[in-house]
């Protein structure tokens, strides 16, 4: 396919979204939750994994999980609903995979540090 999407008709309906962190060192992800229209079939209980590399998308149909499909066919509607929901929560910087939001509410970035009696980097040598 050399890095181009199919040209399926894919419509969906995005229900949900949730980020998910991944631990400590593994890739963030995004879990998407939505309907989707299929040649005038509606399959109500579609999931989708959507990390952040291109090309990187599994959907799953949850009432018939033997069935196959292509993440590549998914990825435009997916990203598009996944940037316009991370942009939503993050007004600054909307499209981000910043990790900073989780189950659907943004958090806050840590406050720079105030703290007047740091001596300025000389701690790593104090101890030999």
């Excluded at 419509?11 to 309907?35: L, M, Q, T």
């Excluded at 959507?50 to 509607?77: H, I, K, Q, S």
Aim: proline share 5%; with cysteine.
């Amino acid at each position: 396919m050399n890095g181009e999407s199919s040209d399926r008709d894919t419509e969906i309906e995005v229900e949900s979204i949730k980020s998910h962190p991944n631990g400590v060192a593994g890739e963030p992800f995004r879990v998407v939750w939505f309907k989707l229209a299929d040649g005038g079939m509606i399959r109500p209980r579609m999931m989708a994994v959507v990390f952040e590399l291109d090309y990187c998308v599994a959907v799953l149909d949850l009432d018939d999980p033997d069935d196959c499909w292509r993440g590549d066919e998914f990825e435009l509607p997916l990203r598009r609903a996944v940037a316009a929901w991370v942009g939503s929560l993050n007004k600054e910087a909307p499209g981000q995979w910043n990790g900073n939001e989780r189950d659907g509410v943004a958090a806050e970035e840590p406050a720079a540090s105030t703290d007047e009696t740091s001596t300025g980097g000389d701690d790593a040598t104090a101890n030999g």
